[in-house]
């Protein structure tokens, strides 16, 4: 398992560290601090290859260092690698790196990245042997030399219905939004008259059999990843039985933004069922999971909280600091937050409230108003009658600041 980051020179801060848990890490922050770099990072780390362009480091003179640690089989692994200027490279130890394990790596693109130890860069003696499996989001669908991609393969496990098909089902079912609307293949279906391919289908909640590639945005990232799940353990299995060694037991999932495109019913489920899901695929293997995931959901945090242990969980915040206008990454100290709204107002997404920026402000201007704080107060909200006229335009009926106010107001109209 991944265990020690640390960069220095490279990426938006002079320097991050990072220590992972050996089970569940999600990394929060505001968009452009670094959370996809550090995934890139961490899968270059375990991988020696990037997934996608490599880390640049910060301009001459400074020196950059990435290091890295992490268990690989019985004992840890740990270096430190530098950039060299005249190559453009990251040094790196030669030969073949140390197992950390199956890697996987999804991208919010679509795309999606395997270094498989059974498969993967394991004789000096084969160098077109590939460092590892780099799929864009169409090769995930269509194939490429190296997979038949998800419609074919798709159809294939189907026709068979074998082991494998089992195994898809058992994932979808297992990535569904919930038991009532699960993920069910439904039959091969022929699109059009010149296309000779037959297409995997989904029965839809509403009695409709779906092509998969008509499946809306959610559905299709969900299912992409499942099928890249099931493909990667099974070309796994298949390659170590041929070595005649045994399949790995330790999985590395890295997954940005793993809330994309996904209802809020389906982000309070995902974490925990991709925690699950490994469970499923792994069957008698019974392989350790950890995951790396990005997020910027506060559902997926709250769904968390009955799964959270203090031993083998981290959640990270990526920030600036006020002071010093630098890049830091810090480690939050685990707190159940009870529902969305106090984890949209904790230190991990940072709002003052689960309001719209307008309510907000109106509020603000309220609390000031009654503090009797109002020289700093906006021209169109000068005024209680102002104020007033904006908490109508802008809360609801129910919402909880009308009691606050409404009294504040008799009292204030009293004492006049």
């Given at each position: 398992?991944?265990?020690?980051?640390?960069?220095?020179?490279?990426?938006?801060?002079?320097?991050?560290?990072?220590?992972?848990?050996?089970?569940?890490?999600?990394?929060?922050?505001?968009?452009?601090?670094?959370?996809?770099?550090?995934?890139?990072?961490?899968?270059?780390?375990?991988?020696?290859?990037?997934?996608?362009?490599?880390?640049?480091?910060?301009?001459?003179?400074?020196?950059?260092?990435?290091?890295?640690?992490?268990?690989?089989?019985?004992?840890?692994?740990?270096?430190?690698?530098?950039?060299?200027?005249?190559?453009?490279?990251?040094?790196?130890?030669?030969?073949?790196p140390p197992n950390p394990g199956l890697v996987?790596?999804?991208?919010?693109?679509?795309?999606?990245?395997?270094?498989?130890?059974?498969?993967?860069?394991?004789?000096?003696?084969?160098?077109?042997?590939?460092?590892?499996?780099?799929?864009?989001?169409?090769?995930?669908?269509?194939g490429n030399d190296l997979c038949e991609g998800?419609?074919?393969?798709?159809?294939?496990?189907?026709?068979?219905?074998?082991?494998?098909?089992?195994?898809?089902?058992?994932?979808?079912?297992?990535?569904?939004?919930?038991?009532?609307?699960?993920?069910?293949?439904?039959?091969?279906?022929?699109?059009?008259?010149?296309?000779?391919?037959?297409?995997?289908?989904?029965?839809?909640?509403?009695?409709?059999?779906?092509?998969?590639?008509?499946?809306?945005?959610?559905?299709?990232?969900?299912?992409?990843?499942?099928?890249?799940?099931?493909?990667?353990?099974?070309?796994?299995?298949?390659?170590?039985?041929?070595?005649?060694?045994?399949?790995?037991?330790?999985?590395?999932?890295?997954?940005?933004?793993?809330?994309?495109?996904?209802?809020?019913?389906?982000?309070?489920?995902?974490?925990?069922?991709?925690?699950?899901?490994?469970?499923?695929?792994?069957?008698?293997?019974?392989?350790?999971?950890?995951?790396?995931?990005?997020?910027?959901?506060?559902?997926?945090?709250?769904?968390?909280?009955?799964?959270?242990?203090?031993?083998?969980?981290?959640?990270?915040?990526?920030?600036?600091?006020?002071?010093?206008?630098?890049?830091?990454?810090?480690?939050?100290?685990?707190?159940?937050?009870?529902?969305?709204?106090?984890?949209?107002?904790?230190?991990?997404?940072?709002?003052?409230?689960?309001?719209?920026?307008?309510?907000?402000?109106?509020?603000?201007?309220?609390?000031?108003?009654?503090?009797?704080?109002?020289?700093?107060?906006?021209?169109?909200?000068?005024?209680?009658?102002?104020?007033?006229?904006?908490?109508v335009r802008v809360l609801a009926e129910h919402?909880?600041?009308?009691?606050?106010?409404?009294?504040?107001?008799?009292?204030?109209?009293?004492?006049?």
């Amino acid at each position: 398992m991944l265990k020690h980051l640390r960069l220095r020179n490279v990426g938006p801060a002079p320097e991050l560290e990072m220590s992972l848990a050996p089970r569940l890490n999600l990394v929060t922050g505001d968009n452009g601090l670094g959370k996809t770099f550090l995934l890139d990072v961490a899968w270059w780390a375990l991988t020696r290859t990037w997934a996608r362009y490599p880390a640049l480091p910060a301009p001459p003179p400074a020196e950059a260092e990435l290091s890295y640690q992490y268990d690989a089989k019985t004992k840890a692994f740990e270096h430190t690698s530098r950039f060299d200027r005249a190559t453009e490279r990251w040094s790196m130890k030669h030969g073949r790196p140390p197992n950390p394990g199956l890697v996987l790596y999804a991208q919010v693109d679509g795309g999606f990245s395997v270094w498989d130890p059974a498969r993967n860069y394991w004789k000096d003696d084969e160098p077109e042997r590939p460092a590892s499996y780099l799929f864009s989001a169409a090769q995930v669908w269509d194939g490429n030399d190296l997979c038949e991609g998800l419609i074919r393969d798709w159809a294939s496990w189907q026709r068979e219905n074998g082991s494998t098909f089992a195994q898809l089902k058992a994932v979808l079912r297992t990535l569904s939004p919930s038991l009532s609307d699960a993920l069910v293949p439904g039959e091969l279906r022929k699109l059009s008259l010149d296309d000779p391919k037959r297409y995997p289908t989904l029965r839809m909640p509403y009695g409709e059999e779906v092509a998969v590639i008509h499946a809306s945005a959610g559905m299709r990232r969900v299912i992409a990843l499942a099928y890249l799940l099931v493909w990667t353990w099974q070309e796994h299995v298949a390659a170590c039985q041929l070595r005649g060694d045994t399949p790995a037991r330790e999985i590395i999932f890295l997954i940005d933004e793993i809330e994309a495109h996904l209802h809020p019913q389906w982000q309070r489920r995902v974490v925990p069922a991709l925690l699950e899901v490994m469970s499923v695929l792994t069957g008698q293997h019974a392989a350790a999971v950890q995951l790396l995931a990005a997020t910027h959901s506060p559902l997926v945090l709250a769904s968390i909280e009955p799964h959270f242990k203090q031993d083998e969980d981290r959640v990270f915040l990526l920030d600036i600091d006020p002071a010093t206008k630098v890049v830091q990454l810090h480690e939050q100290p685990w707190s159940m937050q009870g529902d969305v709204v106090n984890w949209l107002v904790s230190e991990s997404f940072g709002l003052h409230q689960g309001r719209s920026l307008e309510a907000e402000q109106a509020i603000e201007a309220a609390e000031a108003w009654m503090r009797g704080e109002r020289a700093g107060l906006p021209s169109q909200l000068a005024t209680q009658e102002a104020i007033h006229a904006e908490l109508v335009r802008v809360l609801a009926e129910h919402d909880p600041f009308w009691p606050r106010w409404v009294v504040s107001s008799e009292k204030a109209a009293k004492g006049a």
